[in-house]
């Protein structure tokens, strides 16, 4: 599939079939958070597969994550990530999470596979649910697996886009 056509044609998955997502896609979406790129290539993402009960029990008492069979908790290692000496205290590890992320859910699609980008917890809690270190910071969660049969987009306007024009200015 050309990349335009993948980009247009993706769409958040939010209700899954209970089958497992096979080992060789879940390598393969591993592979592209692997080549995506990061600030000096530092590759400071951390990646954890929640694929056993509890985890699953777990994350989704903190998050919604939509009964999927499995779900990619995506983190930035601090200790990893390019820091600013401009503008201290600034660090890519969020970008870089999320361009390993962005990779990950373009792959599960060209794969087959639907996935569904989560931000709506608080990184706190699933930092001490999953007892992360302190310099793990809990950014996003992909769930994924197989969209259910009669799986849309969930919201009619989902093919509505901004005109180019309106959010880019040519100086
Ligand atoms: C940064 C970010 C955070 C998101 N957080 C959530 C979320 O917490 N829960 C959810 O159901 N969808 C979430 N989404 C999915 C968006 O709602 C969805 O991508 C958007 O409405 C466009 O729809 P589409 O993915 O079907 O094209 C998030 C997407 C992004 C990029």
Redesign the pocket.
């Known amino acids: 599939m050309d990349f335009l056509t993948l980009a247009k044609e ?3 998955v ?1 209700s899954f079939q209970s089958k497992p997502v096979e080992q060789e896609k879940i390598d393969l979406i591993l592979k592209a958070a692997q080549l995506a790129p990061t600030a000096v290539n530092y590759q400071p993402q951390m990646i954890y597969l929640l694929k056993s009960e509890e985890a699953l029990d777990k994350i989704s008492a903190l998050a ?1 994550t939509y009964e999927a069979p499995m779900v990619f908790l995506i983190c930035a290692d601090e200790n990893r990530t390019w820091k600013s000496k401009m503008e201290p205290g600034y660090s890519t590890g969020e970008m870089d999470a999320t361009i390993v992320t962005t990779h990950m859910m373009l792959e599960a699609w060209e794969l087959g596979i639907g996935s ?5 917890f608080d990184s706190r809690k699933v930092a001490n649910a999953f007892n992360l270190q302190e310099n793990i910071k809990p950014i ?1 969660l992909l769930p994924i697996g197989y969209a259910a049969e009669n799986c849309v ?3 009619p306007w ?1 093919n509505v886009y901004r005109p180019i024009e309106d959010f880019t200015i040519t100086l």
Do not use: M, T
């Open positions: 993706r769409f958040s939010r919604p569904v980008w989560v931000r709506l996003c987009p969930y919201a989902h």
